[in-house]
């Protein structure tokens, strides 16, 4: 059994970097390896045991209700909302007038898999890559989804990735913001302080380190104690054994006056 959350964890691990082109079996080039949407979705189930055809349409009917391979969980026509689907399910798409990519079976052109927080993984779009994109970009698109055999349910929202818009092309990374984030929080003159004096932060992190600044104060004042009170002890030692030898210094002096 293949976890749906692991098949989306490992298709994000692809955004960026399998670059898009019609009729690529996923397969390496000289431009390195590239892929279409249903080569994509293929070679990543494929690596967790469970086979699919080659093509999106072939891939719809392998996994429909009645196959013996999946389920059907949107038909053709029927409306949905996403809280029907489950990170792994096969979303497909259609209705894009494109010679170069004709509609197969049921018009379908184009598969996703459906990542949960109402995103898809997806190959190509218009970053002409894998990437992570709103499956509300394609509002009319979606003709179809399935669950296929084999994958346990669960839910997951894609983190730390790349999010691209079909609309505008525009992306944006929350893993960059997190990234941000981290560096304005190492940047903080309390965190820091609380880093030098090894005071362990909360919510303001002003407490542990004044907590730690004292404890360190209280340390050296300790110390600057114990130190004057060993200095103070020295000097009484030795003005104890002054005033002894100048008693015996007199004393002799007598003695010696008074035997002369």
Not at 87 to 95: Q, T
Not at 193 to 210: E, K, V, W, Y
Request: proline share 4%; hydrophobic share 40%; charged share 10%.
């Amino acid at each position: 059994m293949a976890s749906g959350t692991s098949i989306v964890q490992t298709g994000i691990g692809s955004v960026g970097k399998v670059p898009y082109h019609l009729g690529a079996s996923m397969t390496n080039t000289a431009k390195g390896i590239v892929a279409d949407c249903s080569s994509f979705v293929k070679n990543l189930f494929a690596g967790y045991g469970i086979a699919l055809p080659r093509t999106a349409d072939a891939q719809y009917k392998y996994t429909m209700t009645g196959s013996k391979h999946g389920t059907t969980i949107v038909a053709p026509g029927q409306s949905f909302s996403t809280s029907q689907l489950l990170p792994g399910d096969l979303v497909f798409m259609g209705g894009w007038n494109d010679p170069s990519n004709p509609p197969g079976y049921a018009g379908i052109q184009h598969v996703t898999v459906y990542a949960g927080g109402n995103n898809v993984v997806e190959e190509g779009g218009t970053s002409q890559n894998v990437n992570v994109t709103s499956i509300a970009n394609f509002k009319g698109k979606v003709i179809a989804v399935t669950r296929v055999n084999g994958v346990t349910q669960g839910t997951a929202t894609p983190t730390n990735t790349s999010k691209t818009s079909s609309s505008s092309g525009t992306t944006s990374s929350s893993g960059d913001n997190l990234l941000q984030n981290q560096v304005v929080a190492n940047l903080n003159p309390l965190t820091l302080l609380n880093t030098m004096f090894g005071g362990a932060a909360d919510a303001t992190g002003i407490p542990s380190a004044i907590g730690a600044v004292g404890n360190t104060f209280s340390t050296v004042m300790l110390f600057l104690t114990i130190v004057l009170i060993g200095i103070a002890l020295l000097v009484v030692g030795a003005m104890m054994t002054t005033h002894t030898s100048g008693g015996d210094v007199v004393k002799t002096a007598a003695t010696i006056g008074a035997v002369a």
